[in-house]
């Protein structure tokens, strides 16, 4: 059964190019969400995906933004990125709306 | 909105000893807290959860309390060992609403 798949790994990027990450949930699940993780500091919520969605979104610019197709299978996309972007981006799977999260082992992503 | 603290940031225990991490949340309409494991380098792990119609959950060395009166819970892992070491998070949902984590524990199990 596999879990929550994220790719790339890891990813360096130059301030105001774009970035994509992408993410296959855990089998069974339709819902996927977004986090960004700064060090040391616990995730953040980005965005919700439910029936190619968006459902719910956290404080993050309009530079962030998200799509989830047919088969549950998500991107985040990351316009003109700053150095603040730099960040673990993790994406969490679940069965419907208000269940337990299951994560991903994120991307590593690091603008210079 | 949801507010989650965590205390302590850090915490170093003998292999063998308990620990306890405790999380108070501000929103009284959040009813699920779970909490999570990340080991360095991966995501975080769902350990244990409780629903606020529990007062509290086992799972063999893990438990969970949850206060709703006074709005907080708390993670109890009793026999430490090494590989307990990680980073801890709670977190919080109301219903309709995102999950809220809080800051993270870093938890070191020293033999």
């Known amino acids: 059964d596999a879990g929550v798949t994220q790719s790339p790994t890891h990813l360096i990027k130059t301030r105001g190019q774009q970035v994509t990450l992408r993410c296959s949930p855990k089998?069974?699940?339709?819902?996927v969400s977004w986090y960004q993780q700064a060090l040391g500091q616990g995730p953040q919520f980005i965005f919700q995906?439910?029936?190619?969605?968006?459902?719910q979104r956290g404080n993050f610019p309009d530079r962030f933004s998200g799509h989830q197709y047919p088969n549950y299978s998500s991107e985040l996309n990351v316009n003109a990125l700053l150095l603040g972007d730099s960040a673990l981006y993790l994406c969490?799977?679940?069965?419907?709306?208000?269940?337990?999260?299951?994560f991903g082992n994120g991307t590593r992503l690091t603008v210079t | 909105g949801e507010n989650v603290e965590q205390h302590p940031s850090t915490l170093s225990v003998q292999e063998g000893d308990s620990a306890v991490i405790k999380c108070t949340y501000s929103?009284?309409?959040?009813?699920?807290f779970p909490w999570y494991k990340q080991e360095l380098g991966k995501g975080p792990q769902l350990i244990i959860d409780?629903?606020?119609?529990?007062g509290e959950k086992k799972d063999q060395r893990i438990a969970v309390t949850l206060n709703k009166t006074a709005k907080h819970f708390s993670l109890h892992i009793t026999e430490t060992q090494p590989e307990d070491s990680a980073v801890y998070f709670c977190?919080?949902?109301?219903?309709?609403?995102?999950?809220?984590f809080g800051p993270g524990t870093r938890l070191s199990v020293l033999p």
């Open positions: 969490a799977s679940s069965l419907r709306l208000n269940s337990p999260l299951h």
């Open positions: 977190a919080a949902l109301a219903y309709g609403q995102n999950f809220v």
């Open positions: 929103d009284s309409a959040s009813n699920y």
């Open positions: 089998s069974g699940h339709d819902t």
């Open positions: 409780i629903r606020s119609n529990v």
């Open positions: 995906y439910y029936e190619e969605e968006e459902r």
